[in-house]
């Protein structure tokens, strides 16, 4: 419906989703860019609320003045005629029931679910949300309080958990996320990832439940190993792969950058230290985008300007590797931990882990010494991480052949749901209120995730809009 068009009764019926029967009067103007609608409902015999009686009276009508979010272009507001009456019998007084809003609230029962299926979006505000819908910010807060509340989910069989700079409080600058490592689902969101309140929380849910865990997920935070260990009697502790290597990386980073000062700064060192340095973290059998591997001394070379000659990523590594002795020693021991994830089992990763953290710890390059000791400290964990849990099916282009992945036990599954952590506090500039935004990231993270149409009875949260 436009300004300048036509407003008829059966325009509006259909607006508001209304039936012929059920309205006294209905009628529209167009007043300052706002639409104004002025309702009456059909008299109907509805029951005392007090004592069940339908012998009542009308007693008077009080206007009500209600937000609705009929129309998208501009803002909606429905001037309810509601009628109050009084039971004859009990003599209380109580209002008609109206199928704009919920209860007291000044904002129709449309604008409420419009709002709160916007706010399933990470990319939505509440500041968003609510101009949208002709509202303030604090009421789409207010909505949000008091129909969405996403309870702790049942502890699964592998647990993932991990932390996300997402929340700032007087407990921690983290937010512990926990989710089912086969669904993909949230259990849970804690304010910090401290050992009190991680022991806080899990010794207040029952035994029989955490028995059924066989199984927890995390970086090297020691805190979530001890947690394990003190309070899952049957599980059994996982390093997750991407964090161990990740920490290999940075220890090899040193090597390099330890390397570059010493060179320089126009050297061919110094440039193929600083500009191909990725080629370190790639490992030997990498694919490139053509499904070609990208370490292929045959692979097609290109010109290279500074060297003034054609390249492949094959010689390019050697020229990089070729730098320092202390750097090809580095890198041959991450090839190592890379080969050792590919190639060993639970049943044989004791021993050969044993021989890979001693030819760490047997090396003159302090920072390749300095992770031998780490490997060393979750040796068992990292062990643990090797067990196949499952198959992962793919169809290949083409062929049409099923090709199979065999699945271990890590956090990868969680490192997209830290970017949506993330992304709904930077979008609003961060929250003040923890239940709010522990709510709002399980409604989003989990698909499944509903509100409920009616409020809940509860006590609103407090602290502002966001």
């Known amino acids: 419906m436009h300004d300048d068009g036509p407003v008829t009764k059966e325009g509006i019926l259909s607006l508001f989703n209304l039936e012929d029967k059920a309205l006294d009067s209905v009628s529209c103007a167009n007043e300052d860019g706002m639409m104004r609608v002025n309702v009456q409902l ?13 012998n009542s009276r009308v007693k008077d009508y009080h206007v009500r003045r209600l937000t609705h979010s009929a129309l998208s272009d501009r803002k909606c507001v429905l001037f309810y005629n509601a009628r109050r ?31 709160l299926e916007d706010l399933k979006k990470p990319t939505e505000t509440f500041s968003s949300v609510a101009e949208r819908y002709h509202i303030s910010p604090a009421s789409a807060a207010y909505i949000f309080d008091q129909h969405v509340m996403i309870p702790r989910h049942a502890l699964p069989e592998i647990i993932c958990i991990d932390e996300v700079f997402a929340f700032h409080s007087e407990y921690s600058r983290f937010v512990c996320l926990m989710l089912d490592f086969e669904t993909g689902k949230p259990v849970d969101a804690l304010n910090s990832r401290r050992l009190d309140v991680l022991e806080s929380y899990f010794l207040s849910i029952p035994l029989e439940e955490r028995d059924k865990v066989k199984g927890v997920c995390s970086d090297m935070y020691e805190a979530y190993r001890t947690v394990t260990q003190k309070y899952f009697r049957f599980a059994k502790h996982y390093v997750d792969h991407f964090h161990l290597v990740q920490e290999l ?3 090899v980073d040193h090597v390099r950058i330890r390397v570059m000062k010493g060179c320089e700064k126009n050297s061919d060192e110094y440039y193929i230290l600083k500009h191909f340095n990725w080629i370190l973290y790639k490992p030997s059998d990498e694919k490139a985008k053509d499904g070609k591997p990208l370490f292929d001394p045959g692979r097609e070379r290109r010109y290279n300007n500074h060297y003034k000659a054609y ?21 041959k021991l991450k090839e190592d931990v890379y080969d050792f994830y590919q190639t060993c089992t639970p049943e044989n990763g004791i021993a050969e882990i044993d021989g890979l953290i001693a030819r ?26 090797l067990a196949i849990y499952g198959y992962a099916y793919k169809v290949e282009k083409g062929t ?22 993330k992304e709904l506090k930077n979008n609003a500039n961060g929250y003040r209120c923890w239940e709010r935004f522990r709510n709002r990231l399980m409604y989003v993270l989990d698909k499944d995730a509903t509100f409920s149409l009616s409020p809940i009875q509860r006590n609103g949260a407090k602290g502002g809009a966001e």
């Open 42 to 54: 059909a008299r109907k015999n509805e029951p005392c609320p007090s004592c069940g009686s339908f």
């Open 400 to 421: 049409g052949q099923v090709a199979a992945r065999q699945l271990r036990i890590t956090n990868s599954i969680i490192e997209g749901r830290n970017k949506i952590a």
């Open 249 to 251: 990386s940075r220890q």
């Open 85 to 115: 009456y009084l039971c004859k019998d009990c003599g209380r007084s109580f209002m008609e029931h109206n199928p704009f809003c919920f209860g007291g609230m000044t904002i129709s029962a449309l604008t409420v679910k419009n709002v």
């Open 360 to 385: 760490f710890a047997n090396s003159n390059i302090a920072e390749m010494a300095h992770f031998g000791k780490t490997m060393k400290k979750w040796k068992t964990s990292i062990v643990n991480s």
């Open 311 to 331: 390249l492949n990523f094959y010689e390019l590594r050697e020229k990089l590797l070729s730098t320092s002795p202390d750097l090809l020693e580095a890198w």
